[in-house]
């Protein structure tokens, strides 16, 4: 059976050294927190890095006990490395990238080596382990090139990947020198999760405008594969919290915690005082300062809340070696400082602030006695806090301030939504929190808990895990019908053993690849040489069927011993003869497409028009991706209101709009010759939409080749037009072996 193996750079748990003594901690931060649920209850082996590299064999036997005790094990990483890859290229390049503080965002060639060394050091450590067929679930932003690295090692694996944090819009994406690396890394997947549809959408855009590759819907079509890209909301262990809530909930006030009683006594000492909770590590994403600022104005626009409200700040450290952090506490100081300064009185203390991490059963202490948990990050992927405040509140009371730019606030909308920058509308959301009717907060936290306990972070890791199963389904039909060695030799001994033969090829995408310019994708000496070797096989007639015009075809081919079929059928240009129009029809009705399409083109730029004997194209493969797909969109609706009751129809090709008269195409042209040139042996090769008539109108024992990874009729795939010279030159190789 095959085996799960999770790839993160922190482990669940975290080894330190203290007076020569091997310590453990579990890891604090979402993803461990979050995932180590999942790991415990599924038999996965956990590969990350531990935090601490062994001074000697033994050291390290100590270590790696530890970690197998929870199917862990270790990738060790050098102290330089450690600088240069997780506080370097991890931590002052795509954190902050990937959270929009372009101004904290370093570019540095050393982090970058570092970045790339470490992420193949992963991908060594993963091959040692994994068995044939094993699934490898991927996190985050350290190990985004670990994908790629082990699909070119190892392509019988199943890669998972998941992001934690947002993925930037492209203007932002655009900015980083090693975009375009990033981007691959990850396409090495299966299947990319994201928290919310927005950083999929971001990454998506990013995909095709920095790699070219077609997207459709939730499908990157990539040369030889496709990669899934869908969205699953990070969830909680929902029953774990509640039920720690609720013990603490039925303890007697005297025999709870040490730290419990302080808060009990804290909030009983004056009447009706009120708790306000924040928790975060110390970063500069989370919006510390803003918060502060926007409690203080509260305290100043309602005094009357003096000595009633204090903000309990739980700062967990975090990245203390990396600068930005270091100014961030310095800074959160200052302000809690002048806060409590300014306010404060001998009794009380409007900001109650720890610098420090506290154990889970004092987190769970201070969820369940928050009036309100304010949490407004300046940008964040998800924000689990948020989750974990709402499943800990098992009497159903409490409210919660949560900022939009929290990927939570998609799922949480009951809540009192902020902008984190606008400190004034922050602090009236403090005072609606602090106002509003118990039964309305009731109500809101009823219902947001009711959605997060069934998607919980069990369901969304097995979500993930079937959703990952099910790209693998979908992957293997195409790879099955992809052209294998055994595959090519069948189709060749059947071309061998039969008496008449034709190939009916496709022109664009087929033999050539695609141009910006269409006249730009004439054949070059390589393709005239092998077209010609194909036309020269005995018993062989060789059919080019194309939506290109006429003259243009005429142009390339029209002295080569080939059949010739132009405008999807339009034009028929038999082996030695003149060309044949199929069908007479009037062409007025191009009076009235024309200026529609012209117009497209004034409000589209790099979009273009071409004019056939029998259709009008708008092409616009030049033009800016999402631009060009919406006019599109816009073009078909419009002219399928011009065209009714005319015996006209539309064709939408790659990256190209087609009006044609109607009853004309690929499939019928090739069914009409084969019916005039029977053949015992029929091929036929295409890349597009408009290929799938001629494979459906062709005979059951003909052999059909789909160019390129989406969904056909056709029999088998071949990736691309480079493939199909290959196999074509295969051919001929056998006739003359
Ligand atoms: C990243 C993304 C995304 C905090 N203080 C203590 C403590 N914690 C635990 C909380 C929570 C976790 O740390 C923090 O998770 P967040 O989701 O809020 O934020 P990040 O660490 O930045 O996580 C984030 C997440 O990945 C998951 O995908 O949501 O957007 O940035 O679980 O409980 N735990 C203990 N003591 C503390 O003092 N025991």
């Known amino acids: ?307 009633k409200v204090s903000l309990v700040m739980l700062t967990v450290p975090s990245r203390t070696d990396v600068e930005q952090y270091q100014n961030l506490k310095n800074e959160v100081d200052i302000h809690v400082g002048n806060i409590n300064g300014e306010f404060g009185t001998i009794n009380w203390n409007p900001v109650i602030y720890f610098y420090r991490s506290v154990p889970f059963e004092n987190l769970i202490e201070l969820y369940s006695s928050a009036d309100v948990a304010l949490l407004t990050p300046l940008r964040d992927g998800m924000n689990l806090v948020a989750k974990e405040y709402l499943a800990s509140k098992v009497n159903h009371t409490g409210s919660i301030i949560l900022s939009e730019m929290a990927g939570a606030s998609k799922e949480l909308g009951e809540a009192i939504s902020v902008n984190p920058n606008n400190i004034y509308d922050t602090a009236e959301a403090i005072y609606k929190a602090l106002t509003m009717p118990e039964e309305e907060k009731k109500k809101s936290v009823i219902s947001m808990q009711k959605r997060i306990k069934r998607y919980d972070v069990y369901k969304w890791a097995s979500e993930f895990m079937t959703a990952l199963g099910n790209t693998v389904e979908k992957q293997s039909d195409y790879h099955a019908r992809k052209i294998s060695s055994e595959i090519k030799s069948k189709i060749v001994n059947d071309f061998a053993q039969s008496k008449s033969k034709v190939f009916f090829l496709d022109y664009d995408g087929t033999l050539q690849g695609f141009f910006d310019d269409p006249q730009a994708a004439y054949p070059d000496e390589a393709l005239y040489a092998l077209l010609d070797d194909v036309a020269a096989l005995q018993n062989l007639h060789l059919v080019l069927v194309s939506g290109r015009d006429k003259e243009t075809f005429d142009k390339w081919f029209g002295n080569k011993p080939y059949t010739l079929i132009a405008e999807h059928g339009a034009w028929l240009k038999p082996l030695g ?69 005319q015996d006209l129809e539309i064709l939408e090709g790659k990256k190209v709009v087609e009006i044609k008269v109607s009853g004309i195409n690929k499939g019928i042209a090739a069914s009409e010759y084969l019916h005039a040139n029977p053949s015992e042996f029929v091929l036929a090769i295409g890349d597009d939409w408009t290929d799938e008539y001629l494979f459906k109108e062709l005979p059951e024992n003909a052999n059909t080749i789909k160019v390129g990874t989406e969904n056909s009729v056709a029999k088998y795939y071949l990736n691309n037009y480079k493939e199909v010279r290959t196999f074509l030159k295969d051919i001929i190789a056998f006739k003359n072996k």
């Open 1 to 307: 059976m095959s085996k799960l193996i999770i790839a993160s750079n922190r482990l669940p748990i975290r080894i330190d050294k203290e007076d020569n003594e091997i310590k453990v901690t579990p890891s604090a931060g979402g993803l461990a927190t979050g995932l180590k649920s999942y790991h415990r209850e599924n038999d996965s082996l956990w590969i990350g890095w531990p935090g601490i590299m062994p001074e000697t064999d033994k050291e390290a036997a100590t270590i790696e006990a530890l970690l197998k005790k929870e199917h862990c094990l270790p990738v060790y990483l050098e102290a330089d490395l450690v600088s240069n890859f997780y506080d370097g290229f991890s931590n002052a390049t795509l954190w902050p990238l990937f959270h929009y503080f372009t101004e904290f965002t370093q570019f540095n060639e050393t982090y970058w080596d570092a970045y790339c060394q470490v992420n193949a050091l992963f991908a060594e450590a993963i091959i040692q382990q994994a068995e044939e067929n094993d699934t490898i679930w991927v996190h985050d932003y350290q190990l985004l090139l670990l994908p790629n690295m082990l699909r070119e090692k190892r392509p019988d694996l199943t890669i998972g990947f998941f992001l934690h944090i947002p993925f930037p819009s492209y203007e932002i994406m655009r900015i980083l020198p090693w975009r375009e690396e990033i981007v691959a890394g990850l396409l090495g997947a299966d299947l990319i999760g994201f928290h919310t549809y927005d950083y999929a959408r971001h990454f998506k855009s990013s995909v095709k405008r920095l790699l070219g590759f077609d997207v459709e819907f939730n499908q990157i079509l990539l040369d030889n594969r496709q990669v899934f890209i869908d969205v699953f909301p990070m969830g909680i262990d929902y029953k774990k919290f509640e039920k720690y809530a609720q013990k603490i909930q039925s303890t007697p006030i005297q025999e709870r915690s040490k730290e419990h009683q302080d808060i009990d006594r804290f909030l009983m000492s004056v009447p009706d005082r009120k708790l306000i909770l924040s928790i975060d590590r110390l970063d500069y994403t989370k919006g510390i300062p803003q918060r502060l600022k926007a409690f203080r104005y509260f305290l100043e626009k309602y005094p009357e809340y003096k000595e």
């Open 577 to 645: 003869e003149q060309w044949i129009e199929r069908k007479a029809v009037q062409s007025d009705w191009k009076e009235n497409i024309r200026p529609v399409l012209e117009s497209y083109v004034d409000r589209t730029p790099g979009s273009l028009t071409e004019e056939k004997t029998y259709s009008l194209a708008w092409h616009y493969r030049k033009t800016e991706i999402e631009l060009g797909a919406l006019r599109a969109m816009e073009l078909v609706t419009y002219i399928s209101n011009l065209i009714i009751n």
